[in-house]
């Protein structure tokens, strides 16, 4: 009885600290609204945090290109900077950048790296899937 107690508060402790649960990263080919607009490619999940955090970057594994980033709390949709600490709850979190020909057929990674006052800076992996591509003309 009392091993099983032990096991059962070793697990709480070890799913209990993490900072920061990030769901799958969906990617998504996002059409230009006007002909002098650039195509770009958006990359968004949803996070639940569990401790105060800030998303330091949001970059694409093995390249330097730059991501515009996004952030709106669930369920209200209050839009948040970037800059500021995002406080336990959850978020919709989005990064875009310029679309390139090779990147909606080639398997990627992206990288967030995150602040937190206990941990420091560390960074959560997560490969992207494809969620939709606007049609070829």
Do not use: W
Request: proline content about 5%; hydrophobic content about 40%; charged content about 20%.
């Amino acid at each position: 009885m009392s091993l099983h107690l032990i096991s059962i508060f070793c697990f709480a402790a070890i799913t209990g600290c993490q900072s920061l649960s990030i769901g799958d990263v969906e990617k998504k080919i996002l059409p230009a609204g006007r002909p002098d607009q650039p195509i770009l490619m958006q990359y968004s999940a949803t996070a639940s945090i569990a401790k105060t955090i800030t998303l330091q970057a949001i970059n694409i594994e093995d390249s330097d290109q730059k991501m515009n980033i996004s952030i709106a709390r669930l369920p209200d949709g209050l839009v948040m900077s970037s800059e500021n600490p995002l406080e336990p709850g959850n978020y919709y979190i989005s990064a875009t950048t310029k679309y390139l020909n090779e990147s909606l057929a080639k398997d990627v990674t992206v990288v967030f790296h995150i602040q937190e006052a206990s941990k420091g800076t560390f960074i959560i992996k997560k490969k992207a899937t494809v969620l939709s591509v606007f049609p070829k003309k």
